[in-house]
């Protein structure tokens, strides 16, 4: 008796191929979710641990928040002489670096390891999340006009601390040799975002400075062509960012949602306009600096 093997047959392997091919599409984007998410939650944790230890600190310091920088805040990201950001401030409560590196924008440039490139200056001025300067830590002028004082506000002070948000992620715009934006982003954070709708506010103010390069206009004829300044680090992420708020709380928003009350993505301006104080995310009292936005 003779015994005869049956075998696949080709349109039977073609089926089975067919079928692994259509489970892996479904499946990786799945996985590729479920590895953003838990990026997502590295870096909700990260922005926690930070705001947490800028309260530390303001226990230490009559109830003040870091300030902007601990010198002349022109200074900032020089090698000499040596102005310390809040990410040298709060190493004290923080205890390491690896805090102010996102998960998902990860450590490019090697500032945060052990390489050549990681010195105080590159970690002073690029980190993965930046603060609500204008508002938390204002960047003040002297007497002679000049953008080299730093101030800060009282962590208890604000007028709604759960809707006013603290540290975001950011990315630093392209500066020509003088410093001048050129127009997007390079592949390093900043220490400092710039609140929507602010630079319009702030830019010719006698007291208080702004950084020029970082606006929030996504409409097509803003100088960063839809590419706003705190969202475009977060791409990663969906066109958001994590965010954490002045009560410690912290959560993911939409770039829209975190220029909630300004006219982002519809402005027919270069800059972004305040439009409803109400639902802005990013001051501290409802004062504006003296500024009057319409409502």
């Not at 091919?21 to 590295?42: E, F, T, Y």
């Not at 997007?184 to 400092?192: E, F, I, L, P, Q």
């Not at 206009?217 to 791409?235: D, I, L, R, V, Y």
């Amino acid at each position: 008796m003779s015994r005869t093997l049956k075998g696949f047959t080709l349109i039977e392997l073609l089926v089975v191929i067919a079928i692994i091919a259509i489970l892996a599409g479904v499946l990786l984007p799945v996985i590729a979710q479920a590895k953003l998410a838990a990026k997502r939650s590295g870096s909700i944790s990260n922005l926690k641990q930070i705001a947490m230890a800028s309260f530390m600190y303001a226990n230490d310091n009559d109830d003040g928040l870091p300030i902007f920088a601990n010198g002349n805040a022109l200074e900032v990201g020089w090698q000499s002489p040596r102005v310390d950001t809040w990410v040298w401030t709060l190493q004290p409560y923080i205890r390491s670096l690896k805090v102010v590196v996102d998960p998902a924008m990860g450590d490019p440039n090697g500032y945060f390891g052990d390489g050549p490139n990681a010195t105080f200056w590159h970690q002073n001025a690029s980190p993965d999340y930046g603060v609500n300067y204008v508002f938390l830590a204002p960047w003040e002028r002297d007497p002679s006009g000049a953008c080299t004082r730093s101030g800060s506000v009282n962590s208890s002070g604000g007028s709604h601390p759960s809707t006013t948000i603290f540290y975001t992620e950011t990315y630093a715009p392209n500066v020509g040799y003088d410093d001048t934006p050129t127009g997007g982003y390079t592949d390093a954070g900043s220490w400092v975002v710039t609140a929507p709708g602010m630079l319009s506010i702030l830019t010719d103010d006698i007291a208080y400075c702004v950084y020029g390069g970082m606006d929030w206009s996504e409409h097509p004829g803003s100088f960063n062509s839809g590419k706003p300044f705190t969202a475009e680090g977060s791409q990663l992420y969906g066109h958001g960012a994590d965010n954490v708020f002045l009560d410690g709380h912290a959560k993911y928003l939409t770039n829209a949602q975190q220029a909630a009350g300004t006219d982002y993505a519809t402005s027919a301006y270069t800059h972004t306009q305040i439009t409803h104080t109400t639902q802005y995310l990013w001051d501290y009292d409802g004062t504006f600096f003296g500024a009057t936005p319409p409502q």
